[in-house]
């Protein structure tokens, strides 16, 4: 039995209150100066066994009414018989986490936490409320209200099938806020069942402080999460970065930039047998990982001159999370690497120009387009990967600024320059400031970058960029929220942001590559690998074989015309490739999917604050039924105790006295 | 200051019981004539019975009358009026305080022997006081208003002290009352009626006749408590601690069985048996009393 107010459980002590009162009433009871005492002796010892025992009784139902009391106000939940006996809300809302870490599976039993979430909810609701209930389930990957006629469909409708999606937990508590306003569905029960990974939850997403403001504004919603935290047991994953083909003259192979990763305290080499199917012929390699991660880049797996498009999947053995053991991917002669740099400035726009157009990749074609700023709408849209705009930032509404939105929707990345004179508009939620001249003092150093990921990060042998060897001497400050890449010394803030726009690749350098700036064109090589990263980025979106996340929207508004390659269903929310004429989509989990951070409770206990929940956290061994709220049946029993206290205390009949005959007949002899 | 000590002596309620006197309801044997009978035969005016003349016997009264009639010689007898020796048996039991200040058991249990006192006096009967505790006060019977005075005075300075001494006490008095006489016990009774009854038994077997004014009060017969309680024994025992809301049915049963063991004690000793409840007037209990006693004449 778990308590929604556990903290009032330490008023339980309070239950032996009647036996305190008892005994102070025991010892302070009033004096009586008795005669008769003959009398009472005797009735005493008629009474003692019976009395004795009834006195007993009549405390234990005090006693029991009393703990009763703060049993209801700590609102007990139970679940099995108990939970029977709890209320009925009008409608179960299940909002289920279908994101791809949910398969994570007990590997005793087989049975992954949506299974066993899904199994247990379903017990626990046709326990606790049968059908006396509405019961509607929104899934993470549709998001939309399904009716369900009895709470077995929960394990057998194709809406609770595992995905290889992520979830955007916010969004699905945004559905649920539509349905309980949109169907005024009563006292509603909304049942979470997730495995609390950070990477769904975004407890820093704002949705969330708004979504509290309308719950708390709404009678009658209790939330139950229902939560599985536990990570998989000596687990392996594997994702690639990238895959490009290259072709020489003697032969042909696939480059990969893969990783496997793991996640256990105190890492013991473990030799891998790591299996590539590439259309449909596998070959078998052993790696050895020795640390969390094993990242191989540029792994060359060749294959034959004559292919020039196919797909494939590299796969771990199986183990407690089957669903990050595979991975797809797809590849294509590579199409042209198209760039457009928007600036008035030829100063500053040559850099960037023979930056991009340098080939990084003597197999690709590098092509850039220079535009002025007036010149911007001819961006050819369609190949361009990445857009450099060293502009002013166009106004939210302008056509220039919607196809900018377009473009980073597709998967393309943009890199803005700061403009001469930047004014406070804003785009993608990020803005420039005003410029710092540090032209006069000594120019200054980057502090701090981040060099684990994204565009600073380390290249392939695991050196370091020469980013600390860069000198500002110029700098925009960047307003706005977005993940700082790199910060330049001495507090002048970020120099280089990403956007927290969802999905977009877009990037805000604070400074200009020109030497009045800085010395990113002098030194070259930083600019060159953050430009080409930016571009490669784009790239990936560009061409017949791309990759993409698993989700509802992967295939666009017809994934009618896409054809799994292999016999697998559910696509586009499974892992898998699917053709469609000469176009190759490879759809895998989102990378987050594979991030081990799980919510932590005060986290969760401040996205729901001022909130009526609770939260269960079950493992996936727990074979016990869930529960429900059941302050009722203690309500029950103290109104059952405090009748039988008042039953045993109700004085028995009253005899009348039987003395005044017997006085009479004596007397009368 | 007599006066005071004998407040417990109202003037007007011995005024109209003068009127009604009081009756041994045996014979009794006096040391001087008076209202009560004898067991011996006398020279009172009340005609006894008819014997037959045997040698010794005084020939003046032999009834000359029946000679003549029968030519035989009837020695004609009368009854001997004697007075009556009444011995006041007071329980004075620390469970003789029950009650408020100034009415307590003992207190109703002074006026009725006290007044019973004065009534036999006044009729020339002696008047005995013994007090059952644990230090016995004895006043042997003897008549005249010095001695009543002894008495009241006495009766007036005893307290209810100690524990009950009842039974040693009655068989006590009942080897040291020489004479018949009117025993009148006024106790509160709170001993076993097996062992009262063998006390009674005593006292019967030593001719005396009994009176006993069983002191109650109504609280005492219905428990009727609405709280629990510590109930302290008057007598120097323990307390009780009860709820007479699990008690009071219990109680009122062993009331039902003592009160019923009593009744049989009535009927098989022949006592003069009354129960009094300390809120009835002390006046009503004597009259009750004297009344009771007045002998039926047919009868006699």
Same mark, same amino acid.
């Given at each position: 039995?778990?308590?929604?107010?556990?903290?009032?459980?330490?008023?339980?002590?309070?239950?032996?209150?009647?036996?305190?009162?008892?005994?102070?009433?025991?010892?302070?009871?009033?004096?009586?100066?008795?005669?008769?005492?003959?009398?009472?002796?005797?009735?005493?010892?008629?009474?003692?066994?019976?009395?004795?025992?009834?006195?007993?009784?009549?405390?234990?139902?005090?006693?029991?009414?009393?703990?009763?009391?703060?049993?209801?106000?700590?609102?007990?939940?139970?679940?099995?018989?108990?939970?029977?006996?709890?209320?009925?809300?009008?409608?179960?809302?299940?909002?289920?986490?279908?994101?791809?870490?949910?398969?994570?599976?007990?590997?005793?039993?087989?049975?992954?936490?949506?299974?066993?979430?899904?199994?247990?909810?379903?017990?626990?609701?046709?326990?606790?409320?049968?059908?006396?209930?509405?019961?509607?389930?929104?899934?993470?990957?549709?998001?939309?209200?399904?009716?369900?006629?009895?709470?077995?469909?929960?394990?057998?409708?194709?809406?609770?099938?595992?995905?290889?999606?992520?979830?955007?937990?916010?969004?699905?508590?945004?559905?649920?806020?539509?349905?309980?306003?949109?169907?005024?569905?009563?006292?509603?029960?909304?049942?979470?069942?997730?495995?609390?990974?950070?990477?769904?939850?975004?407890?820093?997403?704002?949705?969330?402080?708004?979504?509290?403001?309308?719950?708390?504004?709404?009678?009658?919603?209790?939330?139950?999460?229902?939560?599985?935290?536990?990570?998989?047991?000596?687990?392996?994953?594997?994702?690639?970065?990238?895959?490009?083909?290259?072709?020489?003259?003697?032969?042909?192979?696939?480059?990969?930039?893969?990783?496997?990763?793991?996640?256990?305290?105190?890492?013991?080499?473990?030799?891998?047998?790591?299996?590539?199917?590439?259309?449909?012929?596998?070959?078998?390699?052993?790696?050895?990982?020795?640390?969390?991660?094993?990242?191989?880049?540029?792994?060359?797996?060749?294959?034959?001159?004559?292919?020039?498009?196919?797909?494939?999947?590299?796969?771990?053995?199986?183990?407690?999370?089957?669903?990050?053991?595979?991975?797809?991917?797809?590849?294509?002669?590579?199409?042209?690497?198209?760039?457009?740099?928007?600036?008035?400035?030829?100063?500053?726009?040559?850099?960037?120009?023979?930056?991009?157009?340098?080939?990084?990749?003597?197999?690709?074609?590098?092509?850039?387009?220079?535009?002025?700023?007036?010149?911007?709408?001819?961006?050819?849209?369609?190949?361009?990967?990445?857009?450099?705009?060293?502009?002013?930032?166009?106004?939210?509404?302008?056509?220039?600024?919607?196809?900018?939105?377009?473009?980073?929707?597709?998967?393309?990345?943009?890199?803005?320059?700061?403009?001469?004179?930047?004014?406070?508009?804003?785009?993608?939620?990020?803005?420039?400031?005003?410029?710092?001249?540090?032209?006069?003092?000594?120019?200054?150093?980057?502090?701090?970058?981040?060099?684990?990921?994204?565009?600073?990060?380390?290249?392939?042998?695991?050196?370091?960029?020469?980013?600390?060897?860069?000198?500002?001497?110029?700098?925009?400050?960047?307003?706005?929220?977005?993940?700082?890449?790199?910060?330049?010394?001495?507090?002048?803030?970020?120099?280089?942001?990403?956007?927290?726009?969802?999905?977009?690749?877009?990037?805000?350098?604070?400074?200009?590559?020109?030497?009045?700036?800085?010395?990113?064109?002098?030194?070259?090589?930083?600019?060159?690998?953050?430009?080409?990263?930016?571009?490669?980025?784009?790239?990936?979106?560009?061409?017949?074989?791309?990759?993409?996340?698993?989700?509802?929207?992967?295939?666009?508004?017809?994934?009618?015309?896409?054809?799994?390659?292999?016999?697998?269903?559910?696509?586009?929310?499974?892992?898998?490739?699917?053709?469609?004429?000469?176009?190759?989509?490879?759809?895998?989990?989102?990378?987050?999917?594979?991030?081990?951070?799980?919510?932590?409770?005060?986290?969760?206990?401040?996205?729901?604050?001022?909130?009526?929940?609770?939260?269960?956290?079950?493992?996936?061994?727990?074979?016990?039924?869930?529960?429900?709220?059941?302050?009722?049946?203690?309500?029950?029993?103290?109104?059952?105790?405090?009748?039988?206290?008042?039953?045993?205390?109700?004085?028995?009949?009253?005899?009348?006295?039987?003395?005044?005959?017997?006085?009479?007949?004596?007397?009368?002899? | 200051?007599?006066?005071?000590?004998?407040?417990?002596?109202?003037?007007?309620?011995?005024?109209?019981?003068?009127?009604?006197?009081?009756?041994?309801?045996?014979?009794?044997?006096?040391?001087?004539?008076?209202?009560?009978?004898?067991?011996?035969?006398?020279?009172?005016?009340?005609?006894?019975?008819?014997?037959?003349?045997?040698?010794?016997?005084?020939?003046?009264?032999?009834?000359?009358?029946?000679?003549?009639?029968?030519?035989?010689?009837?020695?004609?007898?009368?009854?001997?009026?004697?007075?009556?020796?009444?011995?006041?048996?007071?329980?004075?039991?620390?469970?003789?305080?029950?009650?408020?200040?100034?009415?307590?058991?003992?207190?109703?249990?002074?006026?009725?022997?006290?007044?019973?006192?004065?009534?036999?006096?006044?009729?020339?009967?002696?008047?005995?006081?013994?007090?059952?505790?644990?230090? $016995?006060?004895?006043?042997?019977?003897?008549?005249?208003?010095?001695?009543?005075?002894?008495?009241?005075?006495?009766?007036?300075?005893?307290?209810?002290?100690?524990?009950?001494?009842?039974?040693?006490?009655?068989?006590?008095?009942?080897?040291?009352?020489?004479?018949?006489?009117?025993?009148?016990?006024?106790?509160?009774?709170?001993?076993?009626?097996?062992?009262?009854?063998?006390?009674?038994?005593?006292?019967?077997?030593?001719?005396?006749?009994?009176?006993?004014?069983?002191?109650?009060?109504?609280?005492?017969?219905?428990?009727?408590?609405?709280? $629990?309680?510590?109930?302290?024994?008057?007598?120097?025992?323990?307390?009780?601690?009860?709820?007479?809301?699990?008690?009071?049915?219990?109680?009122?049963?062993?009331?039902?069985?003592?009160?019923?063991?009593?009744?049989?004690?009535?009927?098989?000793?022949?006592?003069?048996?009354?129960?009094?409840?300390?809120?009835?007037?002390?006046?009503?209990?004597?009259?009750?009393?004297?009344?009771?006693?007045? $002998?039926?004449?047919?009868?006699?």
């Amino acid at each position: 039995m778990t308590f929604l107010q556990p903290a009032l459980l330490a008023a339980l002590p309070l239950a032996a209150l009647p036996v305190v009162i008892h005994l102070i009433h025991l010892y302070r009871r009033r004096q009586v100066k008795w005669a008769a005492m003959m009398f009472l002796r005797m009735a005493q010892r008629m009474n003692k066994g019976l009395s004795r025992l009834r006195q007993i009784l009549i405390l234990a139902l005090r006693v029991l009414a009393v703990a009763a009391i703060i049993f209801v106000v700590t609102r007990p939940l139970a679940g099995g018989w108990l939970g029977l006996t709890g209320g009925a809300p009008d409608t179960v809302l299940v909002l289920l986490d279908r994101s791809a870490s949910m398969e994570q599976k007990n590997t005793a039993t087989g049975v992954s936490k949506r299974a066993a979430g899904l199994s247990n909810l379903a017990k626990a609701i046709k326990d606790a409320v049968g059908t006396r209930s509405r019961l509607v389930l929104i899934d993470s990957a549709l998001g939309k209200p399904v009716d369900l006629g009895k709470a077995d469909d929960l394990t057998s409708l194709p809406q609770t099938e595992a995905t290889d999606t992520e979830a955007d937990m916010p969004g699905l508590m945004q559905a649920a806020l539509d349905y309980i306003t949109t169907n005024k569905s009563g006292r509603t029960d909304v049942w979470v069942l997730s495995d609390l990974q950070q990477s769904d939850w975004e407890p820093s997403d704002g949705r969330w402080g708004t979504l509290r403001s309308a719950f708390l504004t709404m009678q009658g919603v209790r939330f139950h999460l229902l939560c599985y935290p536990q990570p998989a047991q000596d687990d392996l994953g594997v994702t690639i970065d990238h895959v490009t083909r290259h072709e020489t003259s003697d032969k042909a192979e696939l480059q990969l930039d893969l990783r496997i990763t793991r996640h256990v305290d105190k890492p013991q080499p473990l030799e891998v047998p790591l299996r590539f199917v590439i259309n449909g012929v596998a070959t078998t390699m052993k790696v050895t990982i020795k640390e969390n991660d094993l990242v191989m880049q540029a792994l060359s797996i060749p294959i034959s001159k004559t292919v020039k498009r196919g797909w494939g999947r590299v796969e771990l053995p199986d183990d407690a999370w089957a669903g990050n053991n595979v991975f797809y991917f797809v590849f294509d002669e590579p199409p042209a690497m198209h760039s457009a740099i928007v600036s008035d400035d030829e100063a500053e726009s040559g850099p960037l120009n023979a930056a991009l157009s340098a080939a990084a990749d003597p197999s690709r074609k590098y092509v850039t387009t220079l535009l002025s700023a007036r010149r911007a709408a001819e961006i050819p849209w369609e190949d361009t990967a990445l857009i450099v705009w060293q502009a002013p930032l166009p106004k939210p509404g302008d056509a220039i600024a919607r196809q900018l939105s377009d473009h980073v929707a597709a998967g393309r990345t943009i890199l803005f320059l700061p403009p001469e004179s930047p004014d406070n508009t804003r785009i993608f939620g990020l803005g420039w400031a005003s410029w710092k001249d540090e032209s006069h003092d000594k120019p200054r150093n980057v502090e701090w970058w981040r060099n684990d990921s994204d565009l600073l990060a380390n290249t392939r042998d695991g050196s370091a960029l020469q980013v600390g060897s860069l000198e500002i001497s110029r700098f925009c400050g960047i307003e706005g929220d977005g993940v700082p890449l790199a910060r330049v010394a001495g507090g002048l803030g970020p120099l280089l942001m990403r956007s927290l726009d969802r999905g977009g690749n877009v990037y805000f350098l604070g400074t200009l590559p020109g030497p009045g700036s800085s010395s990113l064109a002098r030194d070259g090589v930083v600019m060159f690998a953050l430009l080409h990263r930016a571009l490669n980025e784009g790239a990936t979106s560009l061409g017949k074989a791309q990759q993409r996340f698993a989700s509802a929207n992967a295939l666009g508004a017809d994934p009618s015309k896409w054809k799994p390659v292999e016999q697998k269903a559910s696509l586009p929310l499974r892992a898998g490739v699917v053709a469609s004429g000469d176009n190759l989509i490879a759809l895998n989990r989102p990378p987050g999917e594979d991030q081990p951070q799980v919510l932590s409770m005060p986290a969760l206990d401040e996205l729901f604050a001022g909130l009526d929940f609770h939260v269960l956290t079950n493992t996936l061994e727990d074979g016990h039924t869930l529960t429900n709220e059941v302050w009722r049946t203690f309500l029950l029993a103290m109104a059952v105790a405090l009748l039988g206290e008042a039953l045993l205390c109700m004085p028995g009949k009253r005899e009348v006295p039987v003395v005044k005959s017997s006085m009479g007949a004596a007397a009368e002899k | 200051m007599a006066g005071d000590r004998r407040s417990f002596l109202e003037p007007a309620v011995l005024a109209r019981l003068m009127a009604l006197p009081l009756h041994a309801r045996h014979a009794m044997l006096g040391s001087v004539s008076g209202k009560h009978r004898s067991p011996v035969r006398g020279s009172s005016l009340e005609f006894a019975q008819y014997r037959k003349y045997v040698p010794g016997d005084d020939t003046r009264r032999l009834d000359w009358r029946t000679w003549g009639r029968s030519d035989r010689f009837y020695i004609k007898e009368f009854e001997a009026d004697t007075n009556l020796r009444i011995c006041l048996l007071i329980d004075t039991s620390g469970s003789m305080g029950y009650g408020p200040a100034g009415a307590t058991r003992l207190d109703y249990a002074r006026r009725l022997a006290g007044t019973l006192a004065y009534l036999a006096a006044q009729q020339g009967d002696a008047v005995g006081l013994w007090s059952l505790a644990e230090k $016995p006060l004895e006043i042997q019977a003897r008549r005249g208003a010095t001695h009543l005075g002894l008495v009241l005075d006495q009766m007036a300075g005893i307290e209810p002290v100690g524990g009950t001494t009842l039974l040693t006490a009655l068989h006590d008095a009942a080897e040291k009352i020489r004479q018949r006489a009117l025993v009148v016990v006024l106790s509160d009774l709170f001993v076993p009626p097996a062992e009262l009854k063998s006390a009674v038994q005593h006292l019967r077997f030593r001719k005396h006749d009994i009176a006993m004014f069983h002191l109650l009060d109504q609280k005492e017969i219905d428990f009727d408590f609405d709280r $629990p309680a510590r109930f302290i024994d008057m007598e120097g025992g323990e307390a009780v601690m009860a709820d007479p809301s699990l008690i009071a049915r219990n109680y009122r049963i062993a009331v039902k069985q003592y009160m019923e063991e009593m009744n049989e004690l009535v009927r098989t000793t022949g006592i003069d048996y009354h129960l009094v409840k300390l809120h009835e007037r002390y006046e009503d209990v004597l009259v009750r009393f004297l009344l009771g006693r007045i $002998p039926n004449r047919k009868g006699r």
